[in-house]
């Protein structure tokens, strides 16, 4: 599960990486590390409640009050 949970974040790492750099220099740095912030934030509680969900259904888990808002961030800052 925590597999999971790593490979979720590695797969989501290189659009964080590039969005957050592009959105800080060429849009505003201050917001762009608010929501780089915010963004890490939330991918730390989506790995807890993924952790925490064994054995739950998805409806259940929780983990799409985490997942949902990080994917707007990321494709805001794209």
Same mark, same amino acid.
């Given at each position: 599960?925590?597999?999971?949970?790593? *490979?979720?974040? &590695?797969?989501? /790492?290189?659009?964080? /990486?590039?969005? !957050?750099?592009?959105? !800080?220099?060429?849009?505003?740095?201050?917001?762009?590390?608010?929501? =780089? $912030? *915010?963004?890490?934030? $939330?991918?730390?509680?989506?790995?807890?409640?993924?952790?925490?969900?064994?054995?739950?259904?998805?409806?259940? =888990?929780?983990? *799409?009050?985490? *997942?949902?808002?990080?994917?707007? &961030? /990321?494709? !805001?800052?794209?």
């Amino acid at each position: 599960v925590a597999l999971r949970a790593q *490979t979720n974040q &590695i797969e989501q /790492l290189p659009g964080f /990486l590039c969005g !957050s750099m592009f959105f !800080s220099v060429f849009v505003n740095g201050k917001v762009g590390a608010a929501l =780089s $912030l *915010t963004w890490a934030v $939330l991918r730390r509680m989506y790995a807890s409640a993924y952790r925490a969900s064994v054995g739950k259904p998805l409806s259940q =888990s929780g983990i *799409t009050k985490f *997942t949902i808002p990080a994917y707007f &961030i /990321l494709n !805001s800052m794209l």
